[in-house]
């Protein structure tokens, strides 16, 4: 009786993992397959998106004709409009590249103080807000030995949230230099602040932000764009780079996010080694 009650069990726990497996085989399908979609939709989608772009700056710059202002603000709502679509479509292309482990960090010397500039000069633009900018950066920053388009997208992730969340303010972007002590091993790295005096977020979202597709407020009568992908590219391109990021944040008051990105990425994988 007793070795028939094992048998039975057994047989039983059999099925059971057979159908566990067959489900996760299953799920694990249907997620490729969803990947798949998300890639080669984005795709197709941005042929006909750089048409309609590459048109109404045609358009924009009278070489088609002369334009009436009428005409030339509902251009400029198309150009808006389209960038607004590009930057989401290379949002899930970067997304979908990073659930299927095919993005890849390439190191290169990076300037800290370069890139901010440069960035400064892609937000010298009039916003529709009433938003302040202040860049602060030390031009003797050391260099960094990352991935300088990784870090730039994630520093453009961080403002572009700054700017949507936030009407009338301040924005700051800082960089600066950090040292930390871990086991007697000393790490450097820059520190990169986004800090804005927007929205804020509450106490409850702080995490869940940085999930895929996770928005504060998902109603379909959301007043601000986006497809919740932002934060988590910025996660997964910073520890990519072998960094850190947080937020800090009071609802109604503003956000800081806060980027800490390594000198030499093999330096913390040595010490981590070194620690253990
Ligand atoms: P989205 O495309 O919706 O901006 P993100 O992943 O960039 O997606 O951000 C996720 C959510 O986190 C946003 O929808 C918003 O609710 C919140 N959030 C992100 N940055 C800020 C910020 N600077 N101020 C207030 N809320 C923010």
Redesign the pocket.
Known sequence: MAVARQMSVALENRELFCNLQASRNELERANKVKDEFLSVMSHELRTPLSVVAGYSTMLRAEQLGPLTKEQALGVDVIQRNSKELFTMIESIMNATKIEAGSMIAENDAVSAAELLTELKVTYDFPTGKKIRFEWRCSETLPLLWTDGRKLRQVLT?LIN??V??TDDGSIVISAEEKVEENDGCHRRYIEFRVS?S????PAEERDK?FERF????SSTTRS?E???????IVKSFTEMLNGRVSVCSEVGRG?TFTVLIPLQPVAVELSNAVSR
């Open positions: 992730n949230n700054a949507k969340f804005d927007g929205i804020g977020i932000i996770h928005q504060v407020d601000f986006g497809v919740g992908l932002g934060l988590y956000s």
